[in-house]
């Protein structure tokens, strides 16, 4: 393992239940009303993705001028939600410290727009990371494996020698197509198990031995047999 490769919402930081908050609030606006299963289908999913499920739920032409002023209004509101403050993932600040102390490379690899992902970067702290990877910063977000393979290549890493961390199913598969074994710390949305990711229930459970033992289990030599 020469790197880590986290997720954002629902991973590092509890933001899933502030987009909660903004999806129904864009839902109301609209005049409609979200419903848990379409919430969790957007659960970890790009601007782009998220609007054309809203769309396509509400039933309105998904024309792209109004599905794009809809996903800047929804980044607006989330981010001054985001402004007053993230709540760390159980144990999620603790593992950034040791793998910093550990001098293992981090990068942040969210579907989250670069605008919204800087203001979530001051609350969380943009120092634990080596680079960063947004989901309007690649041809296509999560759960293609572009973001990953992007941060990858700005390490210098080998995908294989990472390590993803993902909360959601978007982002496993994302991971996974770009070749990188996966940590999943479920949080709000069931992630299948597969032979290419291990499953623990929270991060304070683990420290940076923990880590390099899973992409031991799972990784360059499993991905390749």
Sequence with gaps: MLA???DMDG?????????????HALYARMGAVLTPE?????????????????YEDIGLEPDPAAMA????WLHA???ELFEQGLPWRPGAQEMLDALVAAEVPMALV???RRDLAERALNSIGRHYFSVSVCGDEVPSG???????????????????RC?????????????????CPVLVIPNDVAVPHGPRRKQVESLSLLGVDDLRAIHAELGPERLSA
């Design 77 to 79: 509101y989330t981010g």
């Design 11 to 23: 991973t590092l930081v509890d933001s899933e239940k502030l987009w909660d908050i903004s999806m």
């Design 163 to 179: 390590l993803a961390v993902e909360d959601s199913v978007t982002g496993t598969t994302a991971a996974e197509a770009a070749g």
């Design 38 to 54: 379409v919430r969790e289908s957007t659960v970890g999913g790009s601007s782009e993705t998220v609007m054309r499920i809203v």
């Design 4 to 6: 880590v490769l986290w």
């Design 110 to 112: 969210t579907n989250t």
């Design 142 to 160: 999560k759960p293609a494996p572009d973001p990953y393979l992007r941060a990858a290549e700005l390490l210098g890493v080998p995908v294989a």
């Design 69 to 72: 002023e809809s996903a800047d």
